[in-house]
């Protein structure tokens, strides 16, 4: 790369940090499970207690975000800001990822900017305590680092070592900062075969070349294992987090188990399921005076606020509510006095009620484990429906828009944001808890929330376009290549994009028409690059393909006949 083309990749991420630095921080100081609950988890670390004292929300959810946020506030380094340089960093890695693929720098660098001015990352999810806003930049660098070692298996396996540990490290990172994060693991399987296949045909330094591919996967298990194992010392419990938990998803797939008299979409545990099973477990009818009262109710009510689909029942609690709401009542009586009793309670719960599905007195299906409700045919129409609107979605950028979220909660829990996240607020609703801009600074902010705006709305008519031509071009590539019967490793690697893609759509599609809607932004943003790096690889191999025709074309023509 010489230095006229560093001078413009530097330009380029210049500019855009220089736009997003416009957005101030949305602290939720009023949301215990989301926002304020991962600053009290950095905060925590960085005061070098771990997690901190154990309660109910300590290990509810992975903490690689609140070690992110704590270690973006050791190096000063303000975390929105951060959401951009990682996301940069993606983009840059990516760039020199596909130059065995894209040899011209000039097609490498527009795709460089395409991705670097991705509107999902200058959208409200940029003001936001949000996963999201790491995990998007990671699933780029995954997709990088996967192509990178896909098109260099011929190299030497010096080569390979260090995309191997850029995806190893990655992978640790992006495993322990979600709960659902197996949705990678289908694609994974099909790069590593894929990998496995070429290098073993090949057999140049087929064994070296081998344990340079399982290397990011053993490096992602210790990764895990380093968590759990902070998890025990502090906690007792060698566990990831308690909804990956063993006990939480067995008392989840036990109280899910017992059968319905009418069925209504979401009521994955309704009152009159919750009545049978206060008969016959004395552990879970701790819960019954609160989850059949007020408390329960406030639960009801909330869910309806946000699901969509069924007929709507507070008393039933439906959703994913219904989880926070037996953590609650499950605190109310006294069994998150640490891990190792929260965890004893809950398989408490899940002995007593697969007992009695076992005598007879519940009926019942199978014995499960598991966060999600029995598969059942009425969800086949509901998963279309969510299918068709995920597509449109992701096609059509459906609530991908420049704005700032404005601050929730009690001004006093909202002083850890801007001390940790090292940010200036937003505003309540009533325009309270934030410090009013400078004038000439709010002119400034005003200006590049304007230019961003513009490029968002830019996006908004070219993405559909690009989208579509992209898919058109993928699915010729895909008809010539079986005509042909021989796979290029750019549709190779598109293939394997694909199912990313149907991994990630497929977790969505069902947690929507099971527990809560998960179709919309911040949720749909890790399809964003997956989806965009498939078209443009498909797009440039069309094109490519379509040269090389006309140049055979051309070769084959009979030439001028000189004798005439």
């Known amino acids: 790369m010489n230095n006229l083309v560093r001078v413009a990749f530097t330009l380029a991420v210049a500019v855009k940090i220089w736009l997003v630095l416009c957005f101030a921080m949305r602290a939720g100081g009023d949301a215990p499970e989301d926002d304020r609950l991962f600053m009290s988890l950095a905060q925590n670390i960085i005061s070098g207690q771990w997690l901190g004292t154990y309660d109910t929300y300590t290990l509810v959810k992975c903490p690689f975000f609140p070690i992110w946020i704590a270690a973006m506030f050791y190096l000063n380094i303000p975390l929105l800001v951060s959401y951009q340089l990682l996301h940069a960093g993606a983009c840059l890695l990516l760039a020199a990822a596909l130059r065995p693929s894209i ?17 999902v990352m200058y959208s409200y999810m940029a003001s936001h305590v949000v996963r999201d806003a790491i995990n998007t930049p990671m699933t780029l660098i995954i997709l990088t680092a996967m192509i990178a070692i896909l098109t260099r298996l011929d190299r030497s396996p010096r080569s390979l070592l260090r995309w191997s540990l850029l995806l190893g490290s ?91 008299e009418s069925w209504n979409q979401y009521d994955n545990v309704p009152q009159e399921v919750r009545m049978k099973i206060y008969e016959v477990s004395p552990a879970f009818a701790e819960l019954k005076g609160f989850l059949e009262g007020p408390p329960g109710e406030a639960w ?3 869910a309806e606020s946000w699901l969509e689909g069924g007929t709507p029942s507070p008393k ?43 005598d007879g007195r519940l ?8 966060m999600m409700p029995p598969w059942r045919n009425e969800y086949i129409p509901l998963l279309l429906d969510s299918l068709s609107q995920c597509l449109w979605n992701q096609l059509m950028l459906t609530g991908v828009e420049v704005r700032e979220l404005e601050s929730t909660g009690p001004i006093n829990l909202r002083a850890i944001f801007a001390d940790i996240g090292r940010a200036r607020l937003t505003p ?40 579509v031509c992209g898919i058109l071009a993928f699915a010729v590539t895909v008809i010539r290549a079986l005509r042909s019967r021989s796979l290029s490793p750019i549709l190779t690697i598109n293939l394997i994009l694909l199912v990313f893609f149907a991994s990630r759509t497929a977790v969505l599609c069902v947690v929507t028409v099971m527990s809560f809607d998960t179709l919309k932004v ?18 440039y191999h069309l094109s490519q393909n379509s040269k090389s025709a006309n140049a055979g074309r051309r070769d084959a023509a009979p030439g001028p006949n000189h004798d005439a």
Request: aromatic share 12%.
């Open 103 to 119: 040899p011209r720098q000039a097609t490498r660098f527009a795709i460089f900017l395409w991705f670097l001015f991705d509107p």
């Open 170 to 260: 990655t992978l640790a990172a992006f495993w322990t900062s979600r709960e659902e994060a197996v949705w990678i693991v289908p694609g994974l399987l099909a790069a590593l075969g894929y990998a496995l296949y070429i290098v073993w045909r090949c057999r140049d330094s087929a064994l070296p070349k081998t344990m340079i591919l399982v290397l990011p996967a053993l490096m992602c298990a210790a990764g895990t294992v380093t968590v759990c194992a902070l998890n025990y010392v502090h906690y007792g419990v060698f566990e990831l987090s308690e909804f990956k938990s063993t006990a939480f998803k067995r008392a989840n797939g036990a109280l899910m188990r017992v059968k319905h």
């Open 300 to 302: 009801g009510r909330g």
């Open 316 to 358: 039933d609690i439906r959703g994913g509510f219904f989880v926070w709401a037996m953590r609650q009542a499950t605190d109310v009586q006294g069994h998150y006095s640490s891990a190792i009793e929260a965890a004893s309670y809950f398989d408490r719960i899940a002995d007593e009620i697969n007992a009695a599905c076992e």
């Open 363 to 370: 009926e019942c299906g199978r014995e499960r484990s598991s």
């Open 428 to 467: 309540d609703p009533t325009g309270i808890g934030a410090t009013p801009t400078p004038p000439n600074q709010a002119r400034l902010n005003e200006f590049r929330f304007e230019i961003l705006r513009a490029l968002n709305s830019y996006f908004l008519k070219i993405v559909p376009v690009v989208t």
């Open 522 to 539: 911040p949720y749909i943003t890790p399809l964003g690059p997956i989806l965009q790096l498939l078209c443009c690889l498909s797009l």
